[in-house]
C-alpha cells in the first residue's frame, strides 16, 4: 500500500488510475469499517482504478481537546498496516489542520476531486464534512451528481443489537469485555511495538518480560491479559501481559510488559504485536516483591488455563 502524507506526494504520484476513497478515522478498523473497505474496493474494481482511504492525523478528536480525547485503539503505524492487510492500494493521511478550514464544497472540488481524483467516495451514515462539520452525506450526494462524483453510503453494523463502533470498543475494553471488543473488532484487540529493555526486576523475580512502549497519551486497556504474541516467527506464542504503571514499584507511565510462555530468546528491538484474549484481574498494588511474585505464580496459570479452553 503506498502512502502519503503531503498534497504535494499526491501530485507527485506517477499513477493516473482513477480512484475509489474511503473516508474515515479508521480507528481500530473494526468491522463496520471493513465494511465501507469491501465497498471501496469492489467501487475500485468496478473503475480499473485504485482504492484509496483518506484519513486524519491528528484524529479530530484530539486536533481540538488533545487533553480530553479519547484513547486511541491504534496508533498509526498499527492503522496503516491494518488497512495494509485489508488490500487498500493507498493511503493518504491529511495534516487535519490543512482540512479542517475547508467549506464543504472546497472540500469535495479542491480534496476529493481536484486533489484525489476521486470519481466514487464511500463513506459512513455518520459521515460529516468541511468547516464545522457541517456538510453532510446528503450534500455530498447531491454535489456529486453534478459533477460525476458516485457516493456509496453504507448503513451501520450491529453486534448483538449494539451499534459497532470505536467508542462502543472502548467501553467493551475499559470493562475488560474482551468478547465484545472481539466480535465488533473481529479479532483480538491488539497493540504493537519494539521491545525495549526495562528495568530487569522481571527476569531478577523469574518472569522475564518483553517491555513494549505504548506511545500513546492513554491506552484505551489496563490490567493483567491472558495474551498471544505474534511477529516473532510463524505460530502465535501463549503468554501473560500487563498494561499499567506497575505501582509495586512506584508507578510510572503506562507499559505493555508480556512474559511469552517457554520462550527463551534475545528480542530486543524486535517489532511484536500483543494480542488479548482475556482479562485475568485488574492491576493492583502489593506489599512487597515476595507478594508480587507469588501473585505472577497465579497469572500465569489462569492465562495457561484460559489460552486452553
Known sequence: MRLYRTFA???????????????????GLHIGHQAIL?????????LGGSSLALTFEPTPKEFFSPATA????????????????FGLDEL???????????????FIDDLLIGGLRAQHVVVGDDFRFGSDRSGTVAEL???????????TEVPPVFLAGERVSSTAIRQALKAGDMATARGMLGRDYSISGRVVRGLGLGRQLGFPTANVHLKRIQAPIDGIFAARVSGLGGALLDGVASVGTRPTIGGGAALLEVLIFDFD????G????VHFVKRLREERHFA?????????????????????D
Open 270 to 273: 524486535e517489532y511484536i504485536t
Open 70 to 85: 479519547p484513547p486511541r485503539l491504534t496508533r498509526f503505524r498499527e492503522r496503516f498496516e491494518q488497512l495494509d492487510a
Open 288 to 308: 512487597d516483591l515476595e507478594a508480587l511474585k507469588r501473585q505472577m505464580h497465579v497469572d500465569v496459570a489462569a492465562a495457561r488455563a484460559a489460552l486452553t
Open 265 to 268: 530468546r534475545d528480542i530486543y
Open 92 to 106: 493518504f493521511c491529511a495534516k487535519f489542520g490543512a482540512v479542517r478550514d475547508l467549506a464543504p464544497r472546497a
Open 141 to 151: 450526494e447531491a454535489y456529486g451528481r453534478q459533477h460525476g462524483l458516485a457516493v
Open 38 to 46: 469491501a465497498k471501496v474496493r469492489a467501487a475500485a474494481g468496478e
Open 9 to 27: 506526494s499526491l501530485r507527485r504520484s506517477s499513477s493516473a488510475k482513477p480512484r475509489a476513497v474511503a473516508i474515515g478515522v479508521f480507528d
